[in-house]
Each structure stands twice: as structure tokens, then as C-alpha cells.
């Protein structure tokens, strides 16, 4: 497995691919960087023969790597040895669920997003491509989160709710009523702030 980014998150993601004894792993980043554990950090080739995860914690950057590679390469979706993932739910390529993850049945979660520790997904979610479900947060059943929203640590949305895309929900918000397209809520409950004035 390739994984593309040697930051802070790509650590994690190479946490994911040591629990689950990931045979061969190889790290690369467009900067130089120092090697990553015992790890040598490369340049990306242009032959790629191996799956590739993408270890970028921005949203948008992630899908704009995501979009330069597709056709190009197979996404792998590397899942932590310690997360709860019912038979039932989908997850899309180059998704990454770390540890103590909890993602029960009929859930469908999109490409390239970040399911990050210990956050849980009950049933009937639907997790747009490039979204961040941040550590902690937790989603009732059937809520719906647009392609790259970033839910903050610790938040909590109650069942039904649609947020849109490209969305900010702040650490520790509480989502009781929908939510437009490219704003940002903070707050019990959740208020929006401001809107993006551009979309991603």
C-alpha cells in the first residue's frame, strides 16, 4: 500500500495499515520530508503498480489529489483492526475508519473520506465523498452529510438531519435542524456563522 502524505494524519493512516499487518508499505509526500517511524519518505513515482491511500487532512486538497490520480491508480480503503463495521454498510474507495470506529448497518459512506477515532454512524447515514467525520462526533440514524463536510470533533447530530456540502460543523456543535450548502454552525444547538462565499 502506498500512502500519500507523511503529516500528522498520514501517522494515523499508517497506524490503520500496521494493525490490519499490511505487508508492504511505502510513504510519499511532494515535500522532503524526514522519514515518517522507520519509514523512508519518497517522491511519487509515475508507475504506480500498488493501492494507494491518500493521507491528507484537508478536504479539498485530498479531492483535488484524489481527482489527478483517478484512473490512474486503485484506491485502497484501509480499515483499523478495532473498528465496528456491520456487513452491512458500504464504505467507497480511499475511505480510512480509524480505530474504535463504530458504523452500524446500512450506512453508506462515500470515496476518500476520514471516518477519524472513535466516531460513531448508526444506521441509515449517508456520508458524502471527501467528508470528515472528526473523533467523538456522533451521527443518529439516517443523517445525511454532503460531499466534503468536515463535522467536528465531538458533535452531535440528531436523527434526520441533512447537513450540505462543503459544510463546517464546529467541535461539540448539536445539529438539531438541517443545514444549507457552504456554511458553518457552531453551538448548542448549532447556529450558522458564516457562509462560504465560494463553492469547493
Known amino acids: 500500500m502506498i500512502l500519500y502524505g507523511a503529516s500528522g494524519h498520514g501517522k494515523v493512516i499508517l497506524d490503520i495499515l500496521e494493525s490490519i499487518h499490511e505487508p508492504a508499505i511505502e510513504i510519499w509526500d511532494d ?6 517511524w ?12 500498488d493501492k494507494v491511500v491518500i493521507g491528507i487532512g484537508v478536504n479539498a486538497t485530498r479531492k483535488k489529489i484524489a481527482e489527478r490520480l483517478a484512473g490512474t491508480v486503485t484506491f485502497g480503503t484501509p480499515v483499523h483492526a478495532t473498528a465496528y ?12 475508519v480509524m480505530a474504535g470506529v463504530t458504523v452500524n448497518p446500512d450506512v453508506r459512506i ?6 477519524n477515532t472513535s466516531c460513531s454512524i448508526d444506521h441509515d447515514c449517508v456520508i458524502g465523498d471527501y467528508a470528515h467525520i472528526s473523533p467523538n462526533a ?7 452529510v454532503g460531499e466534503g463536510t468536515h463535522i467536528g470533533s465531538g458533535a452531535s447530530v440528531i436523527q434526520g438531519i441533512r447537513i450540505g456540502k462543503w459544510c463546517t460543523i464546529g467541535a461539540g456543535t448539536v445539529v438539531i435542524k438541517d443545514i444549507p450548502d457552504y ?4 453551538g448548542n444547538p448549532a447556529r450558522i ?3 462560504k462565499e465560494q463553492a469547493k
Open 31 to 36: 515535500a522532503d520530508k524526514d522519514p515518517l
Open 38 to 49: 522507520e519509514y523512508p519518505v519518497k517522491k511519487p513515482a509515475d508507475a504506480i503498480s
Open 85 to 96: 463495521i456491520s456487513q452491512r454498510a458500504t464504505i467507497g474507495e480511499g475511505t480510512v
Open 110 to 115: 462515500g470515496k476518500h473520506c476520514i471516518i
Open 138 to 144: 456522533t451521527l443518529s440514524g439516517d443523517v445525511y
Open 183 to 186: 456554511t458553518t454552525a457552531v
Open 193 to 195: 456563522i458564516k457562509t
